[in-house]
Structure formats: structure tokens, C-alpha cells
């Protein structure tokens, strides 16, 4: 079985769009990683695609707080605003989506998806010391949240990031694996970014694809969005 594997596509249609037309006939179900909304000015048309295609999805910190489950003071004034907007602007199928949605990790056949950690959706993986102390119930989980595509692999040795590329699973090991950020990578690479992972070959391949961004920075400003939401794009951070 082969399977896409998205995160933090944040309401990013054109970068999804570009991403779908990438891996056409490359993949046989998809698996979503969580943030499906926050940030980006096309929120019901993400969650409506990923509600008819998506075979496993996962909430994230943004798709909770669209819909009142997170305290948004913990939120930065942009994302705060994001967020507000989002919940006004969600049709009611949508928002009842998004709220229903499992906290990870969920399993699909021998691997887990979650959006943070396997402990906290909010929690950041993105050194080594940060997976040191992690308890994984599977061999291969995948992850999102940091926006950077890449992950770990947990050996007796020692915890080592791994290289962009793709990868083979060895059963050695635990692999922690970051498809990357569909809509806002922060990795410097402002590609939209994606995974696909074929179980029958215990390999992962990761990708990237340009988009048009300036079609996307402009419907944050027609959305009446913070105009840094669309710059933030080209720079990928």
C-alpha cells in the first residue's frame, strides 16, 4: 500500500492543489498529519477535500482552536487572529468535522500518526534532546506540527536526525518521519512538502513542489488576513 502523507497543509489550497497534481498516480490512500486549518484563506475548501479523500487524519493545534477547543491565549497575536477568522468563516459541516476529529496517535496497519508528540499535539519535536525521551508504541510513526520536513531514528545509539531524501525502514530502529509542511514550510524550502510511504517496501520518499505563491499571498489580503501571512511564504519560515 502506498500513502500520502500530509501535514500542516493550514488552509493552503494552491499548495495542496500543486502537491495532489505531483503525486497523481503515485499513491493509493492519504493520511493527514493534522493543521488542516490556521493561517491560510481557504479553510472550507482544505476541509472539504480532506473530509471526502483523507482515510486517516489527526487534530492539530489549529484545527482545536478553530473551533473553540484551545485557549487562544497561548496563541501569538497573528495566529490568534488566524484562528478567530477561521471559526467565522467555517460552514457548520466543517466545523463539526474539525471538533470530532482524534487526538493522536492514530494507527493504520503497523504505523501512528499524530501531530505533535505521541504525548501532546502542541509539544515541538525538533532536536534530538527533544525525542530522547519519547515512549513509541510503533517501529514508524509519522508527525508534523515544526513545519520542517525531515524526523529522527531512534537507535540503541542514540537519537540522529535523518536526511532528506527517502529512507528505508529498518526494523533496527524507530523512525519518527516529518512529510513537512504542505502550506507554510518553515525549513527555508517554501515548496510545499509532502511524504509518500509504501509499506509493502518499507521506504519513505520525501518531496517538494513549487506552487504559485503570489496567488496564495493574495487571497490572504483579499481575506482581510495579516498581509505577513502571504510574504512569510516566499521566505519559508
Not at 473530509?51 to 495566529?79: C, Q, S
Not at 484562528?83 to 487526538?103: D, F, H, K, Q, S
Not at 502542541?122 to 515512549?135: C, K, N, R, W
Not at 509493502?200 to 489580503?221: F, G, N, Q, W
Amino acid at each position: 500500500m502506498r500513502f500520502l502523507i500530509l501535514s500542516d497543509i493550514h488552509a493552503n489550497w494552491d499548495a495542496l492543489d500543486a502537491v495532489l497534481n505531483e503525486a497523481d498516480g503515485k499513491y493509493d490512500l492519504v493520511l493527514n498529519c493534522g493543521d488542516l486549518v490556521g493561517y491560510g484563506p481557504e479553510p472550507n475548501r482544505v476541509v472539504d477535500w480532506c473530509r471526502a479523500t483523507n482515510a486517516a487524519v489527526v487534530r492539530g493545534n489549529h484545527d482545536k482552536a478553530a473551533v473553540g477547543l484551545a485557549d487562544l491565549e497561548w496563541f501569538n497575536p497573528v495566529a490568534k487572529l488566524s484562528a478567530v477568522w477561521t471559526c467565522e468563516i467555517l460552514t457548520e459541516v466543517n466545523r463539526t468535522y474539525l471538533g470530532m476529529l482524534p487526538v493522536g496517535p492514530v494507527t493504520v496497519q503497523d504505523f501512528d500518526l499524530f501531530h505533535g508528540s505521541p504525548a501532546d499535539e502542541d509539544e515541538y519535536l525538533i532536536t534530538p534532546s527533544d525525542v530522547e525521551s519519547l515512549v513509541l508504541d510503533r517501529s514508524l510513526s509519522f508527525f508534523g506540527h515544526t513545519h520542517v520536513q525531515g524526523g529522527f531514528m531512534m537507535h540503541r545509539n542514540g537519537v540522529r536526525p535523518l536526511a532528506i531524501d527517502s529512507l528505508f525502514v529498518d526494523e533496527t530502529a524507530a523512525y519518527l518521519v516529518n512529510p513537512g509542511s504542505v502550506g507554510q514550510p518553515r525549513d527555508h524550502d517554501p515548496r510545499a512538502a509532502f511524504a509518500i510511504y509504501d509499506s509493502a517496501a518499507r521506504r519513505v520518499e520525501y518531496h517538494r513542489v513549487e506552487y504559485d505563491m503570489r496567488l496564495t499571498a493574495s487571497k490572504i489580503v483579499d481575506a482581510g488576513l495579516p498581509e505577513m501571512l502571504g510574504s512569510r511564504l516566499f521566505r519559508g519560515a
